[in-house]
């Protein structure tokens, strides 16, 4: 690296700057790049909200997962039901209301439920799911907007995870458009 001068002053001749200080100016700044990337989690592969390898978040437990077939009964038992809870959007930047998902018997490709959302301004959205898959330790379904929503609600298909966690369900979701929201669900009924 060339030593670098600064505007010539009145007697002609520049102030250099030493090759150390260049060195170690270019040193500081090559550590905060690094360390904004790593701070950003802007490196692939970094991140619990990144897609696994199969395109789709990972599980909430570090157990073996089994395979996403549904099993010959559909639904395992813990998810059926009705849960509530607390959303948001953005990694948690954007609050989202509430989201009501009630969960019925279902198998692959038939219907599943649905997710109320309750916004906090008092309008609601509804979404439809249809059941991809099912095992004890995640649930897959495709979410579309029902039919009667308003126009404040997006009609766009998207895929949803829910992941038991304890007596809870983490509901994740794969919408880039709506902030890829999430919720922690706890039983309503």
Known sequence: MAAASAPEGPNGRGRRVSCTVALAVAGALAAVTVGS?????LLPGNGDE???SDGQPPAATSAPRPSDAAGADGVPEPYLGKW????????????LG?????????????RLGKVVQHDLVGQ???DVLT????????LVATAEGAPTNGAQCAQTPHTIYLTPEAKHLTYT???????NPRARLSRAG
């Open 98 to 110: 509430t989201f009501e998902v009630t969960l019925h018997q279902a198998q692959p490709g038939s």
């Open 124 to 126: 609601t959205c509804t």
């Open 173 to 179: 979701s794969k919408d880039p458009k709506a902030g």
């Open 84 to 95: 509530s809870g607390r959303a948001e959007a953005n990694g948690g930047t954007i609050p």
């Open 37 to 41: 990337v790593s701070v950003l989690d």
């Open 50 to 52: 990144r897609a696994g």
């Open 131 to 138: 059941l991809k898959s099912a095992t004890p330790t995640r």
